[in-house]
């Protein structure tokens, strides 16, 4: 696809899904964002809202993250699924922030993927959404089909996805797309039948075209 294509798709999707909120997850500052991002994995954003503020109001702080008993961490995001590795990412990234970074998070790419439990897709989420920092383009399950589908890219890897929008799309777009694309596929263009016929880009969709090729 040509950027010239991948900008009227943005266009449209744009006017179609305005921006009344910028993100899923409700955060109150970067370690929220940072804790609750990594609880999203394999679960809904509503899901994980449901168990920040009794996450939080027992573990406000990076330090009482890091020092929480593993066991009560697991009782508390129970419902998020995959509780072990998640109760065990979420304290072990609480005490990489304090340890290394002073209790702050850190807003650079390079840090944050030190930290336990975060690849590039976490790591640019919170760039985005705590600090206003776009530095790629977060490819989730929806990112990752849509752009697919469309024809953003021909691969099914995440971070080749990620390139391949990155080259499409200007620095100012990347944070967006994300946005419409989720958007999108909650709305329009689910992993099982998606309403092709009430699609605002399905002339420009890859997809489509191959159906009615099909």
Not at 56 to 71: G, H, I, K, Y
Not at 95 to 119: D, H, N, Y
């Given at each position: 696809?040509?950027?010239?294509?991948?900008?009227?798709?943005?266009?449209?999707?744009?006017?179609?899904?305005?921006h009344?909120?910028?993100?899923?997850?409700?955060?109150?500052?970067?370690?929220?964002?940072?804790?609750?991002?990594?609880?999203?994995?394999?679960?809904?954003?509503?899901?994980?809202n449901?168990?920040?503020?009794?996450?939080?109001?027992r573990?406000p702080?990076?330090?009482?993250?890091?020092?929480?008993?593993?066991?009560e961490?697991?009782?508390?995001?129970?419902?998020?699924?995959?509780?072990?590795?998640?109760?065990?990412?979420?304290?072990?990234?609480?005490?990489?922030?304090?340890?290394?970074?002073?209790?702050?998070?850190?807003?650079t790419?390079?840090?944050?993927?030190?930290?336990?439990?975060?690849?590039?897709?976490?790591?640019?989420?919170?760039?985005?959404?705590?600090?206003?920092i776009?530095?790629?383009?977060?490819?989730?399950?929806?990112?990752?089909?849509?752009?697919?589908?469309?024809?953003?890219?021909?691969?099914?890897?995440?971070?080749?996805?990620?390139?391949?929008?990155?080259?499409?799309?200007?620095r100012?777009?990347?944070?967006d797309?994300?946005?419409?694309?989720?958007?999108?596929?909650?709305e329009?263009?689910?992993?099982?039948?998606?309403?092709?016929?009430?699609?605002?880009?399905?002339?420009?969709c890859?997809?489509?075209?191959?159906?009615e090729?099909?």
């Amino acid at each position: 696809m040509d950027s010239k294509t991948a900008f009227l798709i943005y266009s449209r999707l744009n006017d179609r899904y305005p921006h009344t909120e910028t993100h899923f997850l409700h955060f109150q500052d970067p370690f929220q964002c940072l804790v609750l991002t990594i609880l999203s994995a394999q679960t809904t954003d509503a899901t994980v809202n449901l168990v920040a503020p009794s996450l939080f109001a027992r573990f406000p702080t990076p330090e009482s993250l890091a020092a929480a008993d593993l066991e009560e961490v697991e009782i508390i995001i129970h419902r998020t699924g995959f509780y072990h590795a998640k109760a065990r990412h979420i304290t072990g990234a609480a005490r990489a922030i304090v340890e290394r970074f002073g209790g702050r998070v850190p807003a650079t790419m390079v840090e944050l993927l030190t930290i336990p439990g975060v690849g590039r897709k976490t790591a640019n989420i919170v760039l985005n959404h705590a600090f206003g920092i776009d530095e790629g383009i977060a490819v989730d399950t929806h990112v990752r089909r849509l752009a697919q589908r469309i024809g953003f890219s021909d691969s099914a890897n995440p971070d080749k996805i990620e390139q391949d929008m990155i080259a499409l799309f200007p620095r100012s777009h990347w944070g967006d797309i994300t946005y419409l694309l989720i958007r999108h596929g909650r709305e329009i263009c689910p992993a099982r039948k998606p309403q092709c016929e009430t699609c605002v880009i399905r002339d420009l969709c890859r997809f489509v075209h191959s159906e009615e090729k099909g």
